[in-house]
């Protein structure tokens, strides 16, 4: 099978592993918004519980001990295994080393974790290129490890609270299109030390003159080298939107001569949604236009009394016409 393999590999655009507790899901991901086959859900439980009925299957290299349960999910039914005396990580693990030879080369590998009492250690799997971390809380040491472990990500999501205290050095901060939806007291330093391109904050604890200081090093181009999108909604509306850029050195955006839209691609396919748009639309009578002072860059600035959307252009995006957009 695996020499047919070297000829023969479908085309998908990525493999999703989903880890919830001791349930393990594996999807199958077409290119299409929302185009899922979800190949298997595997729940992991002592040997203890549910010994009747086992049989072995093969995954990859291991043979494992299961016993195949259906169930109902809505309208859509499934088939369950379940996994006596086996661990989640393991599973994944032995998941990918079965399941991507079957496609083409440089598949998307992506990994959402829910944070619970039942999570074990991350798994030994590779190429992660997204992670997706959801649950109630989430501390700073499991995300140092996350990153540690899986590092060179293209996107990542972080829905819950962080709680704890982030090294300077952490690996996050690499991480190109990045996605915090509460990130607590944590929005300013990770800010601060970002170097990918496209970052999106809900809730921050970031003020006006957080923004201020953001702008003038991206202006005198000693920082935000690589930036592409901020974009940061407050946990409390700013008092006045206006004086973010008071002292900016800034001019109206010109909709007569300036496009009316900015477009950008997440580099994960399968990330796309509310938080990671692919298309950022503008109230161009809100938006001021900045200019880098070392190579002329230009950006544009929204601001609103909960929210600053901050957009770097390229010469081609700036002049595409009104019928390209």
Partial sequence: MRNIM???RLSVACIRYSINGVRVEASIEKAEYYGKFVMATFKCLPFRQNLQNIQQVRIADNTIQCRIDRTSVGDDEM???IHPGTTPENLVSSLQTHIEPFFLPNVDSLLEILMDEDL????EVQSIKGTWIDGPEVETTFLEDLYEKYPNQECSLIRPPIYGKLSVNSKMFQVDHLLIKQPENHGLMILENFTGT???FDDALI????????MRKWISNTAYHNLLVLSVNPLEFWSNEQAILEGIPSKR???TTRPTCYKYQSKVLDW?????PIYLPFTFRSTSELVRDTDGK???VFTLPGSFVFCVWSEEQLNMTRMEQ
């Fill in 298 to 300: 230009v950006a544009s």
């Fill in 198 to 200: 496209c970052l999106f």
């Fill in 120 to 123: 074990g250690p991350l798994p």
């Fill in 6 to 8: 070297k000829h023969l």
């Fill in 272 to 276: 796309v949604g509310a938080a990671d």
């Fill in 207 to 214: 003020d006006e003159n957080d923004l201020k200081v953001f």
């Fill in 253 to 255: 955006w010109d909709e």
């Fill in 79 to 81: 088939f369950i295994l």
